[in-house]
C-alpha cells in the first residue's frame, strides 16, 4: 500500500484524512494519469449515500474538469454500476466516492479504468508521485472541461444487471438496502421480476449508512425474512459492490456458500470455464471439500478483490469472490456486483424449484472464528517475536484438523485472527489466545 491508497483506494475519515483539498488533488493528479486525451476524454462519477459524498464529489468534479475533461455524473448509484457505466459510455475512467461497509463518518475514492476494472498499481503509483510534488492547479482556462448529468444512469445499469433473468412471480423476497447506494436500484431492479418485494433500510438520511443494517449486520435481514415469511433476504453494503443473502429458515448464507451454489449450477450447465472458482485464504475449508466433490477446482489468493480478478483473468475463470459476499461474474462486471449476485442465485432458485436453504446443502462449513482487533498502528506486526511465537503455537495446537490465518485489515486500524477447526470451543480458545497477544502488544 502506498501513502495514500490503500487495498481499495484512498479511505479516511471525511473532512480529516480525506479532506476537500486532498480530493481536488486527487481529481486534479487522477485526470493527469488517467485521461487518453484532454479536452475529449469523459469521466464517470458516482457516489453512495454519505453526507460527505457531496463535498468530495464538488471537489474531485473541479480537479477533473481543471485537466480538461468531460464529467458525467451519475449521482448516487452503486460502486459495480460505475464500473459498468465507464465501459459502456467508453470514458477514459470511472470514480466512485464511497467507504463501501464502513461506518458513515468515512469515505474513499476509488477509480476504474476503461475496462471497468480497477486501476492498477503502477497507475496508483503515478498518482502519488503528483500529489506529493504539489503539483499546482492547471492555468489554462482553455482546457476546463463540462459537467454533464447522467440522468437516466441507474435506468441503464439495471437494464445491464437484469440481462437473462426472467421474472418468477410468487416468491417474496426481502431487500437490505444498506441506507446505501442500493436503496433505489436493487428495490426497482427487483420489481421488474414480479416478486413480491419488501425494502428495508431503504431511507438513507446521509448518516445512517450501514448502521445496525447491510451485509455486515445480517440480524435485520434475518428478521424481516422471518417475519414476512419470505423466500429469501438479501443484504447489501453500502455501495452495493457485495452482499449477504438469508434463507426461508432465517440463516445467513455467505459468500462462500453463494459461490458454491452458483459454480456448481454453471457446472451442471455446462458453463463453467475450465471448471474453476478463485477464492481468497479465507474462504471456509468446507468451501473446498463441496467443490472437489463436483470436480471444480478452487483457486486461492490473498485477500481482496484485485487478487481474485487477476487469478480469474489469469486462469479464464468466470466466477471468483469472498467470503465476504463480494463475487465477481467475469461475464457481467469485471467487478464485486451485489446487484448481478443477487439476481443470478434468485435466477438459480427459480430456475431449480428449489429452496434456498435446500440449495445450501451443496457445503458444509466447518466452524471458524473471526477476531478483529482494533491497534494503534498496523506497521511491522508481523515482526513481532511475541505475535509470531503466539501464532506458531497455535498453529501446532491445531494440526491437520484446522488452520489459523492473521492479517491486517487493508482499511481500518485492525489486525484480523481467523481460526478454523472442527470444534468450534476450540477455534474460539485459539483466536483468543492470539488475539489477546496481539491487543497487549499493539493495542
Excluded at 486461492?300 to 478483490?305: F, I, S, Y
Excluded at 449476485?341 to 435466477?347: D, I, Q
Amino acid at each position: 500500500m502506498g501513502r495514500y491508497f490503500g487495498t481499495d483506494g484512498i479511505r479516511g475519515v471525511a473532512g480529516e484524512d480525506l479532506s476537500y483539498e486532498l480530493a481536488l488533488k486527487v481529481g486534479r493528479a487522477g485526470a493527469e494519469v488517467l485521461l487518453n486525451s484532454p479536452n475529449k476524454g469523459k469521466v464517470v462519477i458516482g457516489k453512495d449515500t454519505r453526507l460527505s459524498g457531496d463535498m468530495l464529489e464538488e471537489a474531485l468534479i473541479i480537479g477533473i474538469s481543471e485537466e480538461g475533461a468531460q464529467v458525467l455524473r451519475a449521482g448516487v448509484t452503486t460502486t459495480p454500476a460505475v464500473s459498468y457505466l465507464t465501459q459502456d459510455l467508453r470514458a477514459d475512467f470511472g470514480v466512485v466516492i464511497s467507504a463501501s461497509h464502513n461506518p458513515a463518518a468515512y469515505n474513499g475514492i476509488k477509480f476504474f479504468g476503461p475496462s471497468g476494472m480497477k486501476i492498477e498499481d503502477e497507475l496508483e503509483e503515478r498518482i502519488e508521485a503528483i500529489l506529493d510534488s504539489k503539483k499546482p492547479a492547471n492555468d489554462e482556462g482553455a482546457r476546463v472541461g463540462r459537467c454533464i448529468d447522467l440522468n437516466e444512469a441507474n435506468k441503464r445499469y439495471i437494464e445491464h444487471a437484469l440481462n437473462g433473468i426472467k421474472p418468477a412471480s410468487g416468491l417474496k423476497v426481502v431487500l437490505d438496502c444498506a441506507n446505501g447506494a442500493a436503496y433505489e436500484i436493487a428495490p426497482n431492479a427487483f420489481k421488474r421480476l414480479k416478486v413480491e418485494l419488501i425494502a428495508i433500510a431503504d431511507q438513507p438520511d446521509g448518516g445512517n449508512i450501514n448502521l445496525s443494517c447491510g451485509s455486515t449486520h445480517p440480524d435485520s435481514l434475518r428478521e424481516a425474512v422471518i417475519r414476512a415469511g419470505a423466500d429469501v433476504g438479501f443484504a447489501y453494503d453500502g455501495d452495493a459492490d457485495r452482499v449477504i443473502a438469508v434463507d426461508e429458515l432465517g440463516n445467513v448464507i455467505d459468500g462462500d456458500f453463494m459461490m458454491a451454489i452458483l459454480a456448481s449450477h454453471l457446472k451442471e450447465k455446462g458453463l463453467l470455464k475450465g471448471s474453476t472458482v478463485v477464492t481468497t485464504v479465507m474462504t471456509n475449508l468446507g468451501f473446498d471439500l463441496a467443490m472437489k466433490e463436483r470436480g471444480i477446482e478452487v483457486i486461492k489468493t490473498d485477500v481482496g478483490d484485485k487478487w481474485v480478478l487477476r487469478e480469474m483473468m489469469k486462469r479464464g475463470a468466470i466466477i471468483g469472490g469472498e467470503q465476504s459476499g463480494h463475487i465477481i461474474l467475469l461475464e457481467n462486471n469485471p467487478t464485486g456486483d451485489g446487484l448481478i449476485t443477487s439476481l443470478n442465485l434468485f435466477k438459480v432458485m427459480a430456475e431449480s424449484g428449489k429452496k434456498l436453504s435446500e440449495l445450501a446443502k451443496i457445503m458444509t462449513r466447518l466452524p471458524q472464528t473471526l477476531i478483529n482487533v482494533r491497534v494503534e498502528s498496523k506497521d511491522g506486526w508481523e515482526k513481532r517475536a511475541s505475535i509470531k511465537k503466539a501464532i506458531a503455537e497455535a498453529e501446532k495446537d491445531l494440526g491437520s484438523i484446522g488452520r489459523i490465518l492473521v492479517r491486517p485489515s487493508g482499511t481500518e486500524p485492525l489486525i484480523r485472527v481467523m481460526v478454523e477447526s472442527d470444534d468450534e470451543e476450540h477455534a474460539k480458545e485459539v483466536a483468543e489466545v492470539v488475539a489477546g497477544v496481539i491487543e497487549r502488544e499493539l493495542g
